[in-house]
Nanobody
Framework: QVQLVESGGGLVQAGGSLRLSCAAS????????MGWFRQAPGKQREFVAA????????DYADFVNGRFAISRDNAKKTVYLQMNSLKPEDTAVYYC?????????????????WGQGTQVTVSS
């Protein structure tokens, strides 16, 4: 069992930066692949980024285009999403998710554990 708590969201102007954190509980965090997803108002939840159990592999949605960076600290049981050059269209609730097995995928159906989400609002 893994419990996830996101933090770091907020209101930022276009072009600004935010760093999201996702703190996990449970003894086996290091064996999970982790992902970030987001859901904008009126839209379906979509994949943003994922990182393998070791941090050696990462994957990003095309819209990220080099602006975001996912990382993890297994000793702290925390995964991060550094978001730079934010745009108004990045406004959404951002969720972290954990997938047992350690390998990254984009399909949110493959993630067993989800946080409650943190709101990111980017003003123009």
């Amino acid at each position: 069992q893994v419990q996830l708590v996101e933090s770091g969201g907020g209101l930022v102007q276009a072009g600004g930066s935010l760093r999201l954190s996702c703190a996990a509980s449970g003894r086996t965090f290091s064996s999970y692949a982790m992902g970030w997803f987001r859901q904008a108002p009126g839209k379906q939840r979509e994949f943003v980024a994922a990182i393998s159990w070791s941090g050696g592999s990462t994957d990003y949605a095309d819209f990220v285009n080099g602006r975001f960076a996912i990382s993890r600290d297994n000793a702290k049981k925390t995964v991060y999403l550094q978001m730079n050059s934010l745009k108004p269209e990045d406004t959404a609730v951002y969720y972290c998710a954990a997938r047992p097995g350690g390998y990254i995928i984009r399909n949110q159906g493959g993630y067993d554990y989800w946080g409650q989400g943190t709101q990111v609002t980017v003003s123009s």
